[in-house]
Every structure is written in structure tokens, then in C-alpha cells.
């Protein structure tokens, strides 16, 4: 039998996919795979208000996929490390392999 991590690790796993599940949010995980972006800056990316994306990157922290650090009056917003990279990476991977497979049928 599959020992299973703990209850509460398997809760916070799914709360990270609970996140992820807004295309507009994986976006933005997607824009901070590379640096740091602060708050207005990708807003004006997106052509989003910046209350919307301020609100997007709430959540995406309280999931801990992102990390945040202040400077002055701007906020910087990055991945919060490889694991997060290398868990949106195969999911746009398998997307995409899904994708390429319905298209051969």
C-alpha cells in the first residue's frame, strides 16, 4: 500500500492547484518564471487595474506560489522557487502534449 504524505500536506496541495486553476493567475506565475515583476508593471502587461492583479497575487501568495518583498511604495512580486517553476512547467508541458496528441485524430 502507498504511504500518503500527511493530510495536511495533501490540503496545501491542493489549495497551490486550487490557484492554478485560474488561467488569468497562471499567466501571471507564468510572467515571474523569469524575475520579479512589480505590482503596477504587470498590470499595465496585462492591461488589467491593478487592484485586479493585486488581488490575483493574493492569492497565488496565500498558496505560497509566490513570494513578495517591498520597496518603498512598490511591491515585487517572484516565484517562490524551483518547485513551483517545475510544477507549472509540466502542467503547460502536458497541455501541450495534450493538445499536439488530439491534433494528429
Do not use: W
Not at 7 to 14: Q, V
Not at 36 to 41: N, P
Not at 52 to 81: C, N
Request: charged share 30%; with cysteine; hydrophobic share 40%.
Amino acid at each position: 500500500m502507498v504511504k500518503l504524505p500527511r493530510r495536511r500536506d495533501i490540503d496545501d496541495a491542493a489549495k497551490m492547484f486550487e490557484a492554478l486553476g485560474e488561467p488569468a493567475r497562471l499567466r501571471l506565475l507564468l510572467r515571474l518564471s523569469t524575475d520579479e515583476i512589480c505590482v503596477s508593471e504587470l498590470a499595465e502587461i496585462e492591461g488589467e487595474q491593478l487592484t485586479t492583479v493585486s488581488a490575483r497575487l493574493k492569492s497565488l501568495h496565500a498558496a505560497r506560489l509566490v513570494k513578495r518583498r517591498r520597496q518603498a511604495k512598490h511591491v515585487y512580486y517572484s516565484v517562490a522557487d524551483d518547485h513551483v517553476l517545475q510544477m507549472i512547467g509540466g502542467a503547460i508541458a502536458h497541455a501541450a502534449e495534450h493538445d499536439s496528441n488530439h491534433q494528429d485524430h
